[in-house]
């Protein structure tokens, strides 16, 4: 069976561009959380969506964004990049809201 | 506010060597508590988890234990294919309705052959 998967897996960009990553849930997930996880720190809570509607926000700046279509599937936007943006960027899939969480291999991101 | 404490932050055993990683939390109502293993570059990998005090589980030469403020991961006799980081999380009620994770910076183990 196919786990989380992410694209792009890596990803440069300069300041002020905007990205976009894409995370693709484990069938028959229908909750996607997002994280960043810059090194040495544990992940950070961004976003979770659950049946395509947001369930909560982490501590991050109105440039992240997200959305969940109706296949589950969902995507991070991040506008304005910073230095600071430069992680890696997580995606979690679990079939409700509370169970456990699967990761994807991430999207490594670097700001120039 | 959730908080996570790993300790230490970096262990090296020699092969063979037992040890534990500890994971203190300070929640208001734990819902769960997980274990993931990472490697670097990679996504966590899911290794345990953990509902109430008392309860324990098993996983090859890995094993986990939780308390009403702490979890143990308790590596038996490791082999080189153990070395990780080993990451701690909490999942617990909040304001609003997400069930997100907070993690701890993890514990770096390397075994040395």
């Known amino acids: 069976d196919a786990g989380v998967t992410q694209s792009p897996t890596h990803l440069i960009k300069t300041r002020g561009q905007h990205v976009t990553l894409r995370c693709s849930p484990i069938?028959?997930?229908?909750?996607v959380s997002w994280y960043q996880q810059v090194l040495g720190q544990g992940p950070q809570f961004i976003f979770q969506?659950?049946?395509?509607?947001?369930?909560g926000r982490g501590n991050f700046p109105d440039r992240f964004s997200a959305r969940q279509f109706p296949n589950y599937s969902s995507e991070l936007n991040v506008n304005a990049l910073l230095l600071g943006d430069s992680a890696l960027y997580l995606c979690?899939?679990?079939?409700?809201?509370?169970?456990?969480?699967?990761f994807g291999p991430g999207t490594r991101l670097l700001v120039l | 506010e959730d908080q996570v404490t790993q300790s230490p932050e970096a262990l090296r055993l020699q092969e063979g060597e037992s040890s534990s990683l500890n994971c203190s939390y300070t929640?208001?109502?734990?819902?769960?508590l997980f274990w993931y293993r990472q490697d670097p570059g990679k996504g966590p990998e899911f290794l345990f988890t953990?509902?109430?005090a008392g309860e324990e589980k098993e996983k090859e030469r890995l094993k986990a234990t939780l308390t009403k403020k702490e979890s143990f991961l308790h590596i038996t006799a490791p082999k080189p294919e153990d070395s990780a980081t080993y990451l701690c999380?909490?999942?617990?009620?909040?304001?609003?309705?997400?069930?997100?994770?907070?993690f701890g910076s993890g514990t770096q183990l390397t075994v040395l052959p």
């Open positions: 979690a899939s679990s079939s409700r809201r509370e169970e456990t969480q699967y």
């Open positions: 069938s028959g997930h229908k909750s």
């Open positions: 969506y659950y049946e395509k509607e947001e369930r």
């Open positions: 929640v208001s109502g734990l819902r769960g």
């Open positions: 953990l509902y109430s």
């Open positions: 999380a909490v999942q617990a009620p909040t304001s609003g309705s997400a069930r997100q994770l907070t």
